[in-house]
Antibody, heavy 126, light 110 residues
Framework: QVQLQQSGPGLVKPSQTLSLTCAISGDSVFSNSAAWNWIRQSPSRGLEWLGRTYCRSECYVDYAVSVKGRITINPGTSRNQFSLHLTSVTPEDTAVYYC????????????????WGRGTLVTVSS | QSVLTQPPSASGTPGQRVTISCSGSSSSIGSNTVNWYQQLPGTAPKLLIYSDNQRPSGVPDRFSGSRSGTSASLAISGLQSEDEADYYCTAWDDDLIGYLFGTGTKVTVL
C-alpha cells in the first residue's frame, strides 16, 4: 500500500525558509506514471497547487507562478522522498501543506491527484 | 483566471440530486479534463472523479461528472448524510502551466 508521510516544523519565522519533506513508501519518485506535488490550503487562498517534480532518466520540476522565485522542490537522493523549500515566508504563507502523488491517465493525457499526505499545518509567526 | 469558480454552497434532502458547477476558461477546462475531490473536515481531499467522468474504485456510482466547453459539473444523486463535505474541482491550465483548484462548494444535507 502506497503511503506518503510528511515531516517538518509547524512554526516558521517571517523571512525564513519553510522546509518540508514527504517520504514515499510503496512507490518511487522515478515511477514512470507518477509526479510528486506540493499543495497548500488556507482559508484565504483555498487550495493552491505549488509545484511538482517527476523523474524519468532525469528529474524535472514545474512551479506555480504565484510562488516562482521562492520555491524549490527536490527529489530526494534516496528516490523515496521529495522536499519543499519556500523562502522569504510571510504570514500569508500560513497554511496546511500537503504532498500528493499525481498519476497519469493515458486515455485523456491528464493527471489526477490520487494519493495525499495527511497535511502539515505551518504557521508563519515571530 | 487563476481559480476555477464554484458556488459556495449547495444543499438537498436525503435522496435528492445535487449538482455543483465549476467554471473555467479556454486554457483550463476548455482544453483539459476535470477532476473532483471530496474533503471531509480535518482530512486531506479524496479523489472522487477523474478525467471528467471516471470514478476510482470504491467511489459510489451516485457520483458522476461531466464537462462541456469551459465548464464542468459534479452530480450527486440519492444524496446521503455522509455526502456532507466540501467539494473541489481541479484542472490543468495551459497558459499558467499549472493546476487550478476550484473555490470549493460546501454541500449540506438538510
Amino acid at each position: 500500500q502506497v503511503q506518503l508521510q510528511q515531516s517538518g516544523p509547524g512554526l516558521v519565522k517571517p523571512s525564513q525558509t519553510l522546509s518540508l519533506t514527504c517520504a514515499i513508501s510503496g512507490d518511487s519518485v522515478f515511477s514512470n506514471s507518477a509526479a510528486w506535488n506540493w499543495i497548500r490550503q488556507s482559508p484565504s487562498r483555498g487550495l493552491e497547487w505549488l509545484g511538482r517534480t517527476y523523474c524519468r532518466s532525469e528529474c524535472y520540476v514545474d512551479y506555480a507562478v504565484s510562488v516562482k522565485g521562492r520555491i524549490t522542490i527536490n527529489p530526494g537522493t534516496s528516490r523515496n522522498q521529495f522536499s519543499l523549500h519556500l523562502t522569504s515566508v510571510t504570514p500569508e504563507d500560513t497554511a496546511v501543506y500537503y504532498c500528493a502523488r499525481a498519476t497519469f491517465y493515458s486515455s485523456s493525457s491528464n493527471w489526477y491527484f490520487d494519493l495525499w499526505g495527511r497535511g502539515t499545518l505551518v504557521t508563519v509567526s515571530s | 483566471q487563476s481559480v476555477l469558480t464554484q458556488p459556495p454552497s449547495a444543499s438537498g434532502t436525503p435522496g435528492q440530486r445535487v449538482t455543483i458547477s465549476c467554471s473555467g476558461s479556454s486554457s483550463s477546462i476548455g482544453s483539459n479534463t476535470v477532476n473532483w475531490y471530496q474533503q471531509l473536515p480535518g482530512t486531506a481531499p479524496k479523489l472522487l472523479i477523474y478525467s471528467d467522468n471516471q470514478r476510482p474504485s470504491g467511489v459510489p456510482d451516485r457520483f458522476s461528472g461531466s464537462r462541456s466547453g469551459t465548464s464542468a459539473s459534479l452530480a450527486i444523486s440519492g444524496l446521503q448524510s455522509e455526502d456532507e463535505a466540501d467539494y473541489y474541482c481541479t484542472a490543468w491550465d495551459d497558459d499558467l502551466i499549472g493546476y487550478l483548484f476550484g473555490t470549493g462548494t460546501k454541500v449540506t444535507v438538510l
